[in-house]
């Protein structure tokens, strides 16, 4: 549909004819989908036909749910649906999202006290749980539901695929250093985000065989966007990704794919993210 060369060549394009700050709006109630009853006596349609994804929802039967409700109510009136100089997250779905995932859960044990807090953390191997307020942007940007399929770069702890799995039918995410995707998969597992998998692999090269996906999320800034992440982009997709080297200001921008396969990008915001490791760095 789209060949290699032409599409990273226009998205640089676009990046260097118009920077715009701008920002913008997407979570599915936990509809459980039951799956079309199987057997002759059911008459072949569209339905059954299209790609089984949204069956699968969180659960949120794991204790952590019921915890520290109250703070994670504070941290989304306080920090995402109200903040100063800065645009604030307006869909309701993707707020409900966010209080309903416990971060604590994601949260080492010594920086327990500050899961809540208005501000990225370590999870160790020099890597951070973003910002809430980052989460739930990038989030909306995505504009997800229950039909979305969506990619991340960069599991980490595993809290902003929670996030993306309240709202979107099935979520893989990949994390390039072992220990953390292998902790960040166990976590997701236990707190019943059923429709969320994971693997250890370089994001780069994105997950062809999972794809196209409707919106994928990057976690960790490249100098550039990944050729085969836009490859893998279904048209009318979106993928968020932050631009910029790792000491320097990075831009979390925006790419739109058109029902053509024409690729448009806008700039979001100033961020910074820890750097993408891996092929992004040669
Ligand atoms: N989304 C995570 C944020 C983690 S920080 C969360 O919610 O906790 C960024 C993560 O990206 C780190 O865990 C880092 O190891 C991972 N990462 C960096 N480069 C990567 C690559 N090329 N492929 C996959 N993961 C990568």
Redesign the pocket.
Known sequence: MNSMKIVPAAVELALLVGLVFAGGCGRGDRVVEEPPPAGPERAPDVEAKKPQVGQARPSHEHPAFRERVAEREAMVSKQIAERAFAQTIKDQKVLEAMRTVPRHA?VPGRYQRQAYADR?LP?G??????QPYI?GYMTEMLELDEKSKVL????????????AAELAGQVY?????KA??ES?QKRLKELGYKNVVTK?????YGWPEKGPFEAI????A?SHI?GPLIEQLKPGGRLVIPLGSAWRAQELVLVSKGADGTVQSRGLMGVR????????QE
Do not use: C, H, N, R
């Open positions: 994601f990225p999870i191997y020099g890597q951070t749980i973003s989460v991340e770069i960069g599991t980490g702890s595993g809290y902003q695929a929670a996030v995410s990949i994390e390039i250093i953390l995707g960040g250890v692999a370089d994001g780069y999320i990057v976690t960790a490249s990944p993210f820890v750097p993408m490791l891996g092929k992004a």
